[in-house]
């Protein structure tokens, strides 16, 4: 299915407001300067935050991404099934995970308390998912400050339409949700713990505490070794825990993931987990296994789409993708060793670090020297990688003032749809100059709009 009509119809909306850049600049100067707020110290801090065009999205083209992206989580979840009831085989598509294995523990009807499907349209509209993020990304505390902004311009600039309010547009609903899902794993409600590790990511957490506040439950911002099990409670500093919403880095190069001694590290929350005392959001299958990239490639193995019963359908929305975990690579029906694979397709792929985020060891082909990608490929783990078919990414002419002034250009885009206890929560969008849309990287966000179709 195609969303070009949309697209088109989004960037007219924009351009009617092209013409005076004296309100953009005023715009741009107020709104981001609260925008960055929420932002503290973190590395974007010092550059503006969010897009002045927004995406605009028909209410029927909103309902149809949530639609495929539900397609989608079906699939994952029969996938997570399979893992889990054949150890035989999750060992062999992730042997350096297999120490989490005894953490695997299930206490909603999903395994996904909460996830973000990343994708992009390519240059016919088509939508492709290229990347799962089920490792709590910090969507919801901060996309409703930046809809709400632009929703304030769009009322200030006399836009001819209604807007749809979507869930993420409220942290509200995001901790009334994590609040649900506690009740419905049963779990007595007591205090929530918003839990780091030593990688301390915690810009958006401030304002998750404040919303579970605002819903009159006790809320620590805490590390996780800080967490002790005292019989069958978990507690923090006397506080008994009952959920706890895990901004965890697990799995990735050394450095980049939780110490070899983590069993004995966090023992106390570890047990809690496997006693089910506590309601972890997210779980350790979501974190680790549900968010490695290389779960895509997987889905799409022949043997894996029969055994475990995925809708080959839904997988037409996912670009080509092969792992190197065997010696062969069998590319549009041709087998290759996997550095010539990587050397003969390299225009056509872009190669990914299975456990890394935030754009970080991702390697655009034809963005490299032929000379430097044969080098780089040499060097890599292939084993911790996955190649993914390039998705040419469609462009739209966006207003912003990343450079300190207004200026418009062409620009990639890339969005977002949030999946929380099996039900579509919104949209988010993100624009960079460049291929990396990573607000972590050259990229910001842009606001999404959903308009009533009685106003299209």
């Known amino acids: ?34 925008v960055l707020s929420i932002f503290g110290d973190s590395k974007i801090s010092n550059r503006p935050a969010m897009s002045c065009s927004a995406l605009f999205l028909q209410e029927k083209d909103y309902q149809k ?20 009831e054949n150890n035989n085989k999750r060992e062999t598509l992730f042997e350096r995970y297999k120490s989490y294995t005894p953490y695997l523990n299930k206490m909603l009807d999903t395994w996904q308390a909460y996830s ?13 998912f290229l990347e799962l993020n089920t490792s709590c990304p910090g969507g ?32 509200a609903n995001f901790a009334r949700e994590l609040i649900t899902m506690e009740r419905e794993a049963g779990v007595s409600p007591k205090g929530i713990a918003i839990l780091n590790d030593d990688f301390n990511m915690r810009f958006e957490l401030g304002g998750l505490k404040a919303a579970f506040e605002q819903e009159g439950r006790y809320c620590v911002l805490a590390h996780l070794d800080q967490c002790r ?50 309601l972890p959001v997210n779980n350790l299958m979501s974190i680790v296994y549900l968010s490695d990239k ?29 792992n190197f975990l065997s010696e062969v690579v069998i590319y549009k029906d041709e087998e290759y060793e996997p550095i010539e694979f990587l050397i003969r397709q390299q225009q056509d792929m ?48 966006i207003v912003s003032c990343l450079s300190g002034n207004v200026e418009q250009a062409k620009m990639y885009q890339s969005g977002a749809i949030y999946i929380i ?4 929560f919104g949209i988010m969008s993100r624009v960079s100059k460049e291929r990396i849309t990573n607000v972590g990287k050259s990229g910001c966000f842009q606001p999404v709009m959903v308009i009533k179709d009685s106003d299209t």
């Not at 901060?142 to 409220?170: A, G, L, T, W």
């Open 1 to 34: 299915m195609s969303f070009k009509s949309m697209l088109n119809h989004s960037e007219e909306i924009n351009q009617t407001f092209l013409s005076d850049k004296k309100v953009f600049q005023n715009f741009c100067n107020h709104r981001n300067d609260h």
């Open 65 to 84: 991404l949530t639609e495929i992206a539900l397609s989608l989580h079906k699939n994952v979840e029969k996938t997570a099934n399979y893992l889990i």
């Open 116 to 128: 973000r499907y990343d994708f992009v349209f390519d240059t016919n509209g088509n939508i492709k």
């Open 140 to 171: 919801p505390v901060i996309v409703p400050k930046i809809h709400n902004f632009m929703k304030d311009f769009s009322e200030f600039s006399r836009f001819p339409y209604s807007f749809i309010e979507q869930k993420i547009d409220d942290t």
């Open 229 to 278: 099990l005292n019989g069958q409670r978990l507690q923090y500093q006397n506080h008994d825990i009952s959920l706890t919403y895990n901004k965890f880095r697990v799995a990735g190069d050394p450095g980049y993931c939780w110490p070899t001694n983590f069993q004995e590290k966090y023992s106390d929350y570890l047990q809690a987990m496997q006693q089910k005392v506590v």
């Open 294 to 322: 290389g779960l895509l490639s997987i889905m799409q193995d022949k043997e894996m789409i029969k055994n475990a019963m995925l809708d080959k359908a839904v997988l037409d929305y996912l670009p080509w993708s092969t």
């Open 350 to 397: 872009v190669l990914k670090h299975t456990g890394m985020s935030r754009g970080k060891n991702v390697f655009i082909g034809r963005d490299i020297a032929r000379r430097d990608w044969g080098n780089m490929i040499q060097k890599l783990e292939l084993r911790h990688y996955t190649a993914q078919e390039y998705v040419d990414m469609s462009r739209s002419t």
């Open 421 to 424: 206890n099996s039900k579509p």
